[in-house]
C-alpha cells in the first residue's frame, strides 16, 4: 500500500464524499487511488487549484463538512493559497493535500516531474535531436543561433 491508498482509505474512514482538485503529474498515485473507490470519493475537478480551494470553500459552506482540496507540486500549491485564505479567514473547516516530486528528483531544480525532458527528445519538425545554442567567445549566446 502506498501513501496515496492510505489517504484515500483514511478519507473513506471520515465519510469524505468530495474533493475538490486539478490533476498533476505529481498527484497521480492519488487519482489511481480515488479510481480505485470505485465512486464512494468524488473528485470534482476545477480549472485551476485556486479554483478548486474556492469550491472546496463553498461545499465547507454548504455542507457543513470540511472542504478538501489537492493541488499539485510546484505551483499548483502556491495557486491554492487565496482559497485556503478566504477559508481560514472565515472560520470555515478545510483540508488542503499536495504532492512533492519524487525523491529521485531532488536536488535538480525540478519543480515537477513533467520538467525533466530526455536529452534525446525529438523536436516534432526535425529528424536529428536539437543541438544546444552555440555560444560566443566572449561566453554569451547568439540570438536565434546566429553565428556571432
Known amino acids: 500500500m502506498n501513501t496515496a491508498q492510505v489517504l484515500v482509505e483514511l478519507l473513506k474512514e471520515y465519510e469524505v464524499e468530495h474533493i475538490f482538485g486539478v490533476p498533476g503529474d505529481t498527484t497521480m498515485p492519488l487519482y489511481d487511488a480515488l479510481y480505485d473507490t470505485r465512486g464512494e470519493i468524488r473528485h470534482i475537478m476545477a480549472r485551476d487549484e485556486r479554483s478548486a480551494a474556492f469550491m472546496a470553500d463553498a461545499y465547507a459552506r454548504l455542507a457543513h463538512k470540511p472542504g478538501i482540496t489537492e493541488a499539485p507540486s510546484g505551483g499548483g500549491a502556491t495557486y491554492v493559497i487565496p482559497g485556503v485564505a478566504e477559508a481560514n479567514g472565515s472560520s470555515v473547516p478545510m483540508l488542503v493535500f499536495t504532492s512533492d516530486i519524487p525523491?529521485?528528483?531532488?536536488?535538480?531544480?525540478?519543480?515537477?516531474?513533467?520538467?525533466?525532458?530526455?536529452?534525446?527528445?525529438?523536436?516534432?519538425?526535425?529528424?536529428?535531436?536539437?543541438?544546444?545554442?552555440?555560444?560566443?567567445?566572449?561566453?554569451?549566446?547568439?540570438?536565434?543561433?546566429?553565428?556571432c
Open 103 to 147: 525523491v529521485i528528483d531532488e536536488g535538480k531544480g525540478t519543480l515537477t516531474r513533467s520538467q525533466s525532458i530526455p536529452r534525446s527528445y525529438q523536436w516534432p519538425g526535425r529528424s536529428r535531436p536539437r543541438r544546444p545554442p552555440r555560444r560566443c567567445a566572449n561566453g554569451g549566446g547568439a540570438p536565434h543561433g546566429d553565428l
